[in-house]
Nanobody, 127 residues
């Protein structure tokens, strides 16, 4: 089954930057105009949480309060890719980051509405 693939994670010092990428695993996974592609993260011992999402049709962007002003989500329709630029990283940003697709942007905060989850990419912020 096709799914999304995350990449770009790693170890970075506090205040540093990373860019994550989310792309389809194969050519048969189609991102539709009504979809929203969203980044979630899950820290050890915590529930998975919404980080940022972008709608495919009109490029509308949504952010969690904890990352506003530091993270930027962007989409590249030509490559079916979504990037998450993360600046001024903090230790509390340490988590596994996942991307997923939801055909209904109005339910963007409901994890159960998402599909095509990737395996995640580890981001560690530590000195």
């Amino acid at each position: 089954q096709e799914h999304l693939v995350e990449s770009g994670g790693g170890l970075v010092q506090p205040g540093g930057s990373l860019t994550l990428s989310c792309t389809p695993s194969g050519r048969t996974l189609v991102i539709y105009a009504n979809d929203i592609i969203t980044w979630f993260r899950q820290a050890p011992g915590k529930q998975r949480e919404f980080v940022a999402g972008v709608t495919w049709r009109n490029n509308k962007k949504y952010y969690a309060d904890s990352v506003k002003g530091r993270f930027t989500i962007s989409r590249d329709a030509a490559w079916n890719a979504v990037a998450l630029q993360m600046n001024n990283l903090r230790p509390e940003d340490t988590a596994v980051y996942y991307c997923a697709r939801n055909p209904d942007p109005y339910t963007r905060n409901d994890e159960s509405k998402y599909n095509s989850w990737g395996q995640g990419t580890q981001v560690t912020v530590s000195s």
